[in-house]
């Protein structure tokens, strides 16, 4: 019971959180949930009339008037009933969309520790997992509706057979057929299998929900291997290496394997139980009702035409019973679902610095003084103890082998990070004093794994909407775009990629990243970061890029990654990392002459070429 009570509670707030965002769309499938109730009552309480009338010989004007308003009420309701399930469609879409927004938007404001963690990541697969099952948060919308409908059409059939059966037109002998105990046990026996079958019920969802969580957490990697199939971009790599067969075989052995077997039967086990549960307490239903009715009947409580109402919504009496069971049931299993959705959005955003300083955008130096770090979920160091300065206008190098620390030290200049120890200064100011998204103006950066949206090309270099077309052709051109751009013959608003648009522009890597070095330049801010600006160019533009080095860092102070050292002789000076540690700095001239790890990585780069030559 209280697994129910806490799913149904992250139902009630996922409700809630909907609602704010288009309380429309709730109104809209409350009224087509009691309207769709209400109909059927209609035409049932029109021939109970008609029958009436026909058996106490009204005259046809009355019955005629009654046809008619019959009619007339079936066609003003549907007619109304059509537009309102319009509306609801656009309404769940729009619902869909701002959810979907507010998620992203929520997502892009937490830290990129708490991004990039394990935790984020489960949650992720689990709330895209939680749509395949139950179609998404729209589903929250029409799992109301099903609740509501069944709930005033089991309202109605109550007030109906209360209506019949308490309603006398014989006041003869007092027998057990027209004394108050049929109604109570009645009602007796409809409270009891409810109860009964909605605990099943809810149990039952419950235990099929985890049974599915199990399977997921060990079949979960067997779906992004098949998504990896289907992504076009891996196309090239997936018909060369003959890997679909490959994967599609990983696929089957995981969701034929043993688990996924067991698991099966379980869930055909708990499915055939609630059946016959349902079955049996239906019956036991229909037998007292009707037994009801036939000695009501002969005793001559109810009349003809009741009799007919009485047969013609009884099963709508029943179905709705059996159906806000269902409905119920599965509602507790859906309030599951939205577990991760709600531990995602619980998830504490960045804030920013309230009335922090202005950052300054002519600073005179960025400083890191004995900064130490280490990700959440790690006892070692990948940083330790780095300090350094980098003046105004300077260009700095890092060097240093795989997982010295070198993209990290990156991040935290970004602030993408904040160093556990230690500090991050401009002009001798805490960076932690400043407004995150005004540093981050300060900031003009490649990362070695950039991405690229699928927008128009003016839109991808300047990142806004309006943008200036020559100024971004003059920088396409600098950073060695010409060709490219008289092939193409370009028009600023083709998309890069086909992913939304059937005249995108498919680039190479190289292109890729002449792009983002672009971007980057388009930007004009003070600091310029590059990690691996170059490593997918080819030769040629690669000799231009550092040509024009000077130029793309003109006026900015500018720090670069490359595992090509010859570029860092473009630097003022070189920061050389080990093992997350600060252990050499100077310009080339100066490390070359000495015998450490640049002189080591120098020397290994220079013995290649000659050896090749």
């Given at each position: ?83 309102l399930k319009r509306r609801r469609e656009i309404l769940v879409v729009r619902l869909e969309l701002k959810f979907q927004k507010e998620l992203s938007i929520h997502e892009s404001n937490l830290s ?247 950052v300054p955008p002519n600073f005179r130096e960025l400083s890191f003084e004995h900064v130490y770090f280490k990700y959440p979920e790690q006892d070692q160091w990948v940083l330790e103890n780095v ?227």
């Amino acid at each position: 019971m209280k697994e129910v009570k806490l799913y149904m509670n992250h139902l009630t707030r996922m409700f809630s959180r909907l609602f704010c965002l288009v309380p429309q769309a709730f109104v809209a499938v409350l009224f087509i949930a009691v309207f769709e109730a209400v109909l059927p009552y209609v035409n049932v309480i029109a021939m109970q009339l008609m029958i009436d009338g026909l058996m106490g010989k009204e005259p046809v004007k009355s019955l005629m008037t009654i046809v008619l308003v019959t009619i007339g009420i079936n066609v003003f309701l549907r007619l109304v009933l059509g537009e309102l399930k319009r509306r609801r469609e656009i309404l769940v879409v729009r619902l869909e969309l701002k959810f979907q927004k507010e998620l992203s938007i929520h997502e892009s404001n937490l830290s990129l520790v708490d991004v990039e963690s394990a935790r984020v990541k489960e949650l992720k697969r689990n709330i895209e997992q939680a749509k395949m099952r139950s179609g998404g948060v729209e589903n929250v919308i029409f799992d109301f509706e099903i609740l509501v409908r069944n709930a005033v059409s089991l309202i109605t059939a109550a007030a109906v057979f209360s209506r019949i059966f308490l309603m006398q037109t014989n006041a003869g002998e007092v027998s057990f057929w027209t004394s108050p105990y049929p109604v109570f046990i009645l009602v007796c026996i409809v409270i009891i299998s409810t109860l009964v079958t909605f605990r099943l019920q809810s149990a039952q969802n419950i235990r099929v929900s985890e049974l599915n969580d199990e399977v997921n957490r060990t079949n979960g990697s067997a779906f992004a291997y098949m998504q990896f199939i289907s992504n076009y971009h891996f196309g090239k790599d997936i018909r060369v290496n003959g890997l679909k067969d490959y994967l599609c075989g990983f696929f089957d052995g995981l969701w034929t394997s043993s688990i996924g077997y067991t698991l099966w039967q379980k869930l055909g086990k708990e499915k055939a139980k609630i059946p016959c549960i349902t079955v049996v307490c239906n019956g036991i239903l229909n037998i007292f009702i009707y037994m009801l009715a036939i000695g009501k009947a002969c005793a001559k409580e109810i009349s003809v035409g009741n009799v007919v109402v009485y047969i013609n919504s009884i099963q709508s009496f029943i179905q709705s019973i059996v159906e806000l069971i269902g409905s119920g049931g599965e509602i507790v299993g859906h309030g599951m679902l939205m577990k991760p959705f709600l531990e995602l959005l619980d998830m504490e955003e960045e804030l920013p610095v309230e009335k922090g300083r202005t950052v300054p955008p002519n600073f005179r130096e960025l400083s890191f003084e004995h900064v130490y770090f280490k990700y959440p979920e790690q006892d070692q160091w990948v940083l330790e103890n780095v300090s350094f300065t980098l003046k105004r206008e300077q260009r700095m190098a890092l060097v240093g082998e795989n997982g010295a620390g070198k993209s990290t030290l990156i991040k935290l200049i970004c602030r993408f990070y904040e160093p556990n120890r230690g500090s991050i200064k401009i002009d001798g100011v805490d960076v932690r004093e400043y407004d995150k998204r005004q540093y981050w103006n300060l900031i003009g950066a490649v990362f070695q794994d950039f991405s690229l949206p699928a927008l128009g090309i003016g839109n991808v270099i300047s990142c806004m909407n309006d943008f200036d077309e020559q100024k971004e052709r003059a920088i396409l051109q600098k950073v060695g775009m010409d060709k490219w751009l008289s092939k193409q013959e370009l028009t600023f608003d083709r998309c890069v990629y086909n992913d939304f648009s059937d005249n995108g522009i498919e680039i190479s890597g190289g292109e890729s990243q002449k792009i983002a070095i672009a971007r980057a330049v388009y930007k004009d801010a003070p600091i310029m970061i590059l990690d691996e600006p170059t490593a997918a160019l080819d030769p040629i533009s690669e000799a231009s890029i550092y040509r024009d080095f000077h130029e793309i860092c003109k006026d900015k102070s500018c720090v670069f990654i490359s595992h090509r050292l010859y570029s860092c002789r473009l630097c003022d000076f070189i920061l050389v990392l080990h093992n997350g540690k600060l252990i050499q700095q100077g310009t080339h001239e100066e490390l070359v002459g000495y015998a450490g790890k640049y002189k080591e990585l120098w020397d290994s780069q220079a013995g290649l070429y000659n050896e090749i030559g």
